[in-house]
């Protein structure tokens, strides 16, 4: 069902793909890493398995593989960055940068994006703040397939929030993670394996509960963090909410039902009223509140505690952000990534068509 | 069961109980607008219903009412507050203020506020950016009731989020939640009434799952948002997290287990790290990123069509966040706040332990 496949194959793999899209070198460089970030974490959804997504993105002229990037409009500590129809794995990087320098020169940078497309997965960009001793912040908006409570309408995205936090002596808290009940790759997993969801996951055209794994090529929907409104799926809603407005409207982008959908074969919405699909990005620099000792000796007690804290009946510890991605990669960069035979034979295909080897 | 009160004689009556606390005049003031600001909006468990909590806090020395409020550390888009054990509903008004100011010059504000107490709601706070045509962000942790995914232990507090966003004709887009499936004030609900609490809520001591409204009273826990693994609870116990570390780890305030309790008779935890409790503030001008006329359009927008977005079976139409809280208001500036006999008692037997009318 899968083959192991090392990272640099795949790296190099992607890199020669975005190459042969017309990209720069250094922007089939930047777009390979962010990509391949997806899959030595363990988001195999929103890595490689993607790459033929891009391509058709770009054969049906809505990804632009030679953009201007630019600031369109700034302050000392925020800015809107016009991607030019760029890919989203390269327009948010340059979007982070310029939260980054903002954050350097000020103490915080936040940077919304408009004219964007995909940009694989949220943890990514947050955590380029790290290595500058900042928090690091990302979202996305995303094309609807989620209802907020009470309805049966898709409004929303999966709209995911990652925040990255440096420690010291420990590894760095990382959350990441869609603004719905379960991410589309989860439903995808059980897709393929013909198995029903649980509850609370997604709901009918009419909006009835539903444990179809394929209830959203029948018209159905995702459901906001929470499931329903007993268990508070309108905070789901608001948080999902807040993502697109930040990522959508405050740069101009599209938002809500409007937001361009993945697939190239998916008419684009009527009457859109923005650029592309927008992100937010925000960096905070540590020692612009306290001294980054002191932080990180507290942030080191923090996780030390939460990894202590006493597990509930039948588990064995509590988990800490980032923990379970971390120790994917380091395991994946050993032995190498699995990849689904069904997405080994689309790279194959891809290899074809733009005569490169895999 | 409830009378009706008028706002300004509620309001009255608890800056004559701030004042006889000791507070200036001034603080007294924005101590009761804060406060009161739950009563008007529907958030009972928070309004006057706390004020007797509050007066125990004074009087085992927790509270300061006459504190010394200042930034501890800043750049210019930043700041830690020390709120010098002032009451929180006039520690948090003043850090908003910083954000708000440091946003006028250089486009963003965020302040992170060490040595405070509970605040009151955070969408009072938020709100506050509003009038200036600048999103407002608040949060704030709180002693620890929430047990992680997987854990059995009370390790994070109910730690809410509140944004505001302002819009054109349309009112503004606010959400205000607890990072738990079930806020505290809910449970309270059903206690009084005697009844179960749907699962998810709430579980035991062993961190098996229970119906039981007195479950937390028994040494069980609220569960995060999400309730249990299958329905992403993680995810809730992230975003709690972040609320923690923003509020308590950049300011030098206490986090997880640490926090103080808001009840004075609970003894506080033993080998606490920081100063109080802490909050995170910040505050975004419109105008740093997009023209203020085009983005409020949008935002209009947004809210008519997530008006109209389709109903689902059984239900009448979508809310858009802050439209409840907002009709409410409306309702009882006009009708009265209605308050149950037992908080009235509550607020008689502080009227006669400070000689004051009420």
Redesign the interface.
Known sequence: MEQFFAYTRLFNFAKSIFLKMGCSDQDADIASKALLSADIRGVDSHGVARLSGYVRLWEVNRVNSKPTIQII????????VDGDAGLGLVVAPFAMEQAINKAKN???G?V?VQNSNHFGIAGYHAMLALPHDM?GIAMTNASALV???????R?LGTNPIA?A?PAGIEPP?V?D??????ANGKLEILQRKNQPV?E??V?TQ???PSNDANELKNGGALLP???DR???S??????G??V??FS?????AN???WVPPFPSFIPMPENM??KGIGHFFGA???D???KPE??KK??D??IQ??RK???????????V?GDPEREIEKRRMTEGIPILSLVVKDLEALATKFSVDF
């Open positions: 409009h700034e302050t000392p500590s925020t800015g809107v000020v103490g915080s936040w919304s928090i209802a907020p409570t009470f309805s049966k309408e409004m925040v936090i808290f959350a993670f869609a603004t719905t009940t379960a649980p609370g996951w709901q009419d909006g009835s963090l929470g499931s007993e268990h508070s309108h905070k789901g809603y608001m948080l909410s807040i697109d407005i959508g409207i405050l740069s101009g938002y809500g039902p009223p923005g905070m620099r540590i612009a509140f306290r002191a932080f507290d942030m007690q923090w505690r939460f804290a006493a597990p509930a009946k039948g588990f064995s510890s509590v988990i952000p």
